[in-house]
């Protein structure tokens, strides 16, 4: 499982200080996602994702099953890694998948007691924060990122359960 809680961020810079003081910097990247609907189902009812990423490590297909916690965006993921970014948009669209929109962000990766935690610029959305942790025992899991989260400045209640690509489907659609 993937254990996922995220903020807003008003300070990135400030914040990507402390999270190298507190642990280790990892890398900076641009992520590129194509986001795709199926024929069979309406993943925006059904709370799935699938998504094609091409960043520096390759090229993925993940599926994102539907959020099982209220407070947090803990799902179950299965990710593929594939050779080429456009075969693999051709081939989901070949097999009735719709893209529906393309998210864009530059992603900073830190590793801090065990939690990794992404500081994101998302284009045409804005600054977040990202804990992350895979583990079987979400509860523990969720705990020990919430803990850092607060140490860290960020409350427990304004934790985000949308993802990218339902704030930015939010957006356009209140525009």
């Given at each position: 499982m993937e254990v996922e809680a995220k903020f807003p961020l008003k300070e990135p810079?400030?914040?990507?200080?402390?999270?190298?003081e507190k642990g280790s910097f990892l890398k900076k990247k641009l992520e590129e996602d194509v986001y795709f609907?199926?024929?069979f189902r309406d993943f925006k009812e059904s709370d799935e994702a699938l998504r094609v990423r091409k960043d520096e490590e390759g090229v993925t297909i993940?599926?994102?099953g539907p959020k099982l916690d209220s407070e947090t965006k803990t799902r179950e993921e299965i990710k593929i890694k594939v050779d080429d970014f456009e075969k693999a948009v051709e081939l989901l669209k070949k097999l009735g998948f719709k893209p529906v929109r393309e998210v864009k962000k530059i992603r900073e990766l830190y590793e801090v007691e065990g939690v990794l935690v992404c500081v994101d610029h998302v284009?045409?959305?804005g600054d977040f924060v990202e804990f992350e942790m895979d583990s079987?025992?979400?509860e523990t899991a969720k705990e020990k990122?919430?803990?850092l989260a607060e140490e860290l400045g960020f409350k427990r209640e304004e934790s985000l359960r949308e993802s990218y690509l339902e704030m930015l489907e939010r957006v356009k659609s209140n525009q």
């Open positions: 810079d400030k914040l990507k200080r402390i999270l190298a609907n199926s024929p993940t599926y994102k284009f045409n959305l079987e025992d979400v990122i919430f803990s």
